[in-house]
């Protein structure tokens, strides 16, 4: 199997002879379990399940009355940090789906990538992290879908 990371053949190499490997493709890497070399999750996706797991946490806190009431500002404060952090990596998604083989390379593969199932919820959930808290309403349980 060879190493999704490494550099595409024709990439002129380093001054040192490394082949040069750009940041989208790192970043796919990261990105994409399938193009991840090793056994398990990469440390990016391992910091987006973590986050998944507490945000799934902190929607189960936020239905407890006696422990969400008066901690409102708090819960829309975490909801935005949250919100913010899925978007840079929606976006980071969407940049790296050109380096994808499910995708295909430019714009068309961008186009694929945000018309596929997953972006549309991910697109879903990051709006209410942003609409729903102005509105007073509970956004946390529709992110776990």
């Known amino acids: 199997m060879s190493d999704p990371s490494a550099a595409p053949k024709d990439a002129a190499p380093r001054r040192d002879g490394a082949p040069v490997v750009s940041l989208r493709r790192r970043l796919y890497v990261q990105l994409d379990p399938a193009a991840w070399p090793k056994r398990g999750l990469s440390p990016v996706n391992l910091i987006v399940f973590v986050t998944i797991i507490v945000t799934s946490i902190l929607a189960i806190i936020e239905t407890e009355p006696t422990i969400s009431k008066g901690r409102d500002d708090l819960f829309n404060v975490l909801e935005l940090?949250?919100?913010?952090?899925?978007?840079?990596?929606y976006v980071a998604r969407a940049w790296t789906a050109a380096e994808s083989p499910r995708y295909g390379p430019g714009w068309r593969g961008l186009l694929r990538y945000i018309r596929s199932p997953i972006a549309i919820v991910d697109l879903i959930s990051i709006a209410t992290s942003f609409l729903t808290p102005a509105a007073g309403l509970q956004?946390?349980?529709?992110?776990?879908?």
């Open 81 to 89: 940090v949250v919100g913010v952090f899925y978007s840079v990596e």
């Open 139 to 145: 956004p946390y349980l529709l992110r776990a879908f």
